[in-house]
């Protein structure tokens, strides 16, 4: 990196954000551990550089969607740490208020539309967005990222057809982990280059590394003002790792230490960490943010572990949203049905 | 009052709410420059333009999930599905996201969506082309499921679902498209509210629960039933999710009676839903077992002969409401 200038105030913001979401993992998965988290934990530890990156890329009214593995682009969007951390916890304070849990976060302000546990299909759910974004001619657009496991998937491939059709503002982002679930690609794929894919579609493609995050930054720039400027969508494939299983049931034997050890290495958030000293930052500064980050999710833990998880009545208000008087009527029943396991009512 | 047909209808609901509001659109196969399969749609791409009159590719999965997406964002699509047997390939984007979209995002995303085309069997079209979807879709909490006899059942109900804040799945019926009725005139505008159910006829000796198709025998069945001195009350939900339970159970305390007939397949859904609710709110009443009418516990044969043994007939209403009258 030596000789290469780069904006340090930009970079201690990305580098922050980054070692967030680095520690902010490392600690869920010790309240996993701890019993505090239940379900699934898909951790996104070895691809902070694609989340920063590509939130940096977008602006304030531009939407994120994403898969299962949604803690990283949550706050990369902007939730905050409690609110991200709460949730998992299942409490009323988290951002989708106990309901949603690992994998389903949700952040509207920020726009970020989850946070989705069946892959394939929240592509198409980017496109409607996109889809709307072009009818009411708003300059935005929605990034829509996946693993490339989910590339296999008809969700997929009707999603980036639709609107490379419709020429809508949409930005497919493949985090190329290598690993679909304990699949390698090598057996998921019949090319090693996903964007060949982009061809059907008469798509902008694009595909590199995410060691470094200004990379990932410039590439997805010109991705998204190809879709801005209504050129239509673009699909990137964005070349990773993950340095932890695929969630925290699996101890990841498919793939050997040695080549986790080896692609430790090119750790986006180290990169970071070390273009910061190399940019003339100095070391008490860097450790500084660190103290920030590790107060920040210390924070987010003791609110999470003390707030109180959601009641039952939020459970029954949140099935339906509430209707124009005149619209729907005889819900009494299901109120009824719903309040309790005796059907009908006890 | 005057007098249209059920496609009418439901094109007149479109293009009314079309017109009201900015943010409703139709998209589907074939429902723009083909004029709809049914033509259900016909005239609204020259009335619209292509931006609110959408054609897709073969691509339910997709465009019924560009329809859940645009609703999170704000847009009130309606998403037209050929038929509703098409809508097995995108059953992901009703179940897992427009039904659970509100609750897993905390109430932050509402989804005012309606998903609609003919539901149903057609004539010999087969196994593959012939499901009565509501047994799937009524089981979703999250949805809303309509299933209108009437041209103005149909009208009233589907401006009533394209108003409201949730997804709703509206089952039409290729049958039921050349039907007649009367509807309110031009400038009355009639919403009928989901979950309020219509009593087509009166009479005491039993009660007969019937919708869509199945409703047409049902109200076969209770003219023939006249003829023989036995009077029904036919009472259609019109809506089997939120279901006007009051209404149903209100009659049979009347009748002490009850008969269901449905045409989608006799394992669970709505008919069966039905039946336990009658029975645990008006055991007392009762005089004789709940029976359900239904189709056939089989895939749809092609054959004419075997399709007309499948699907309910009045005269198979007749004899269940004859049998829950003990005068067989």
């Known amino acids: 990196m030596a000789g290469r200038t780069v904006n340090v105030e930009e970079l201690k913001g990305y580098y922050r954000r980054m070692w967030l979401i680095r520690r902010f993992e490392e600690e869920s998965a010790r309240a996993y551990a701890g019993g505090k988290i239940g379900g699934f934990l898909h951790l996104y530890i070895g691809q902070e550089a694609i989340a920063v990156g590509g939130a940096a890329a977008i602006g304030p009214e531009d939407y994120v969607i994403t898969t299962y593995r949604d803690h990283g682009h949550a706050l990369a969007r902007g939730m905050t740490s409690r609110a991200a951390m709460a ?99 090598s057996r998921t794929l019949p090319v090693r280059d996903i964007t060949l894919k ?134 009494e029943h299901w109120h009824k049905v719903v309040s309790s396991n005796i059907v009908g009512g006890a | 009052m005057r007098v249209i047909r059920y496609r009418d209808a439901v094109r007149e609901a479109m293009i009314e709410e079309m017109k009201r509001d900015e943010r409703v659109f139709l998209m589907g196969e074939e429902v723009g420059h083909y004029q709809g399969a049914y033509k259900v749609s016909e005239g609204m791409l020259e009335q619209f333009g292509d931006k609110r009159v959408v054609d897709t590719p073969i691509a339910e999965a997709g465009f019924a999930g560009i329809g859940v997406g645009a609703a999170m964002a704000g847009l009130r699509p309606i998403i037209e599905f050929m038929t509703w047997n098409f809508s097995a390939v995108a059953f992901d984007q009703i179940l897992n996201n427009a039904a659970k979209m509100y609750q897993m995002s905390g109430g932050q995303l509402r989804v005012p969506i309606v998903f609609r085309g003919p539901n149903g069997a057609a004539r010999q079209v087969a196994a593959q082309h012939s499901h009565a979807m509501e047994t799937f879709y009524a089981q979703v909490p999250g949805l809303w499921v309509c299933a209108p006899a009437t041209p103005r059942d149909a009208k009233g109900l589907l401006k009533a679902a394209i108003r409201d804040d949730n997804p709703v799945v509206f089952l039409e019926g290729e049958t039921l498209y050349g039907v007649k009725g009367e509807v309110p005139d031009e400038g009355e505008e009639e919403i009928i509210p989901l979950g309020k159910a219509r009593v087509a006829r009166e009479g005491e000796h039993a009660t007969i629960v019937s919708w869509g198709r199945a409703y047409y025998e049902a109200m076969r069945a209770a003219d023939g039933l006249a003829k023989e001195g036995i009077e029904c009350d036919v009472i259609d939900p019109r809506t ?87 005068r067989e």
């Not at chain 1, 726009?111 to 980017?126: E, K, M, S, T």
């Not at chain 1, 939020?314 to 509430?322: E, G, I, N, Q, R």
């Not at chain 2, 004789?288 to 007939?313: N, Q």
């Open chain 1, 198 to 331: 982009a061809q059907g579609y008469g798509m902008y493609s694009d595909r590199f590394e995410a060691n470094d995050v200004f990379e990932v930054r410039e590439k997805l720039k010109k991705a998204v003002e190809h879709a801005r400027s209504g050129k239509g969508p673009a699909l990137i494939e964005i070349l990773t790792y993950r340095f932890r299983g695929h969630s925290m049931s699996d101890p990841g034997k498919y793939r050997t230490p040695e080549e986790v050890e080896l692609r430790k290495k090119k750790d986006p958030v180290r990169v970071a960490r070390q273009l910061l000293l190399d940019s003339k930052v100095p070391e008490k500064e860097v450790e500084a943010i660190d103290a920030e980050v590790e107060e920040e999710v210390r924070d987010a833990v003791q609110f999470a572990d003390e707030s109180a998880p959601p009641s039952e009545e939020l459970m029954h208000d949140l099935v339906y949203a509430p209707s124009e008087e005149g619209l729907i009527e005889n819900v």
């Open chain 1, 87 to 185: 949730e998992l916890f299942g409490k009323e304070t988290g951002c989708s208020k106990g309901f949603g849990g690992s994998m389903h976060m949700f952040d509207v302000e920020h726009r970020f539309l989850g946070g989705h546990g069946i892959v394939g299909g929240h592509l198409a759910l980017a496109s409607g967005v996109a889809f709307k974004l072009k009818y009411q001619g708003e300059p935005h657009v929605c990034l829509g990222y996946c693993g490339e496991g989910a590339t296999n998937i008809g969700g997929f491939h009707e999603a980036l057809s639709l609107a490379a059709i419709w020429k809508l503002p949409a930005v497919f982002i493949i985090e190329n982990n290598e690993y679909s679930m304990g699949t390698p690609l």
């Open chain 2, 240 to 326: 089997l999710r939120p279901l006007d339970h009051e209404t149903i159970v209100e009659s049979v305390k009347k009748t002490n009676r009850c008969v269901i007939a449905h045409e989608h397949w006799p394992y669970g859904g709505p008919g069966a839903e039905i039946a336990d609710r009658v029975q645990r709110e008006a055991f007392d009443y009762l005089d004789a077992p709940i029976l359900r009418v239904g189709g056939r516990d089989v895939p749809m044969p092609y054959a004419l002969s075997l399709e007309e043994r499948v699907l309910v007939r009045s005269e198979d209403v007749m004899a269940a409401v004859k049998k829950v009258l003990y």
